[in-house]
């Protein structure tokens, strides 16, 4: 794991879960600017992924792997079943599930930060 790039991982998160809130308030979908940044917020998260991988390969484990690697894929799958589900729904719920999406992305980089931490 490298900490800077999981709390820009969740910077980007939360900005991104508030831009939805209030799409989402003023019952609109996400537009285009929402939607790269979606892809940005992916990028970094398999970029994250891949470190946390190569970290794991050279025989670094958190005390607690099995939460670390449930926490890994979970974080790393989200966006994109998020992204899907959202644009497939055509209602103000759909925005909002993205937003919710992302609020969630920062809370598992926070967690993954603290399980890291129990690395010698």
Known sequence: MIDPLAIG???VAVALGLAGLVLAGLDRRPGKPVLQGILVLQLLLLAQAAVAV???LQGDRPEEFGAFAGYLIVSALLVPGGAVWSLEEKSRYGTLILAV????VAVLQQRLLGLWATVD
């Open 9 to 11: 991982i969740a910077a």
């Open 54 to 56: 190569a970290r794991l």
């Open 101 to 104: 999406v992302c609020l969630v």
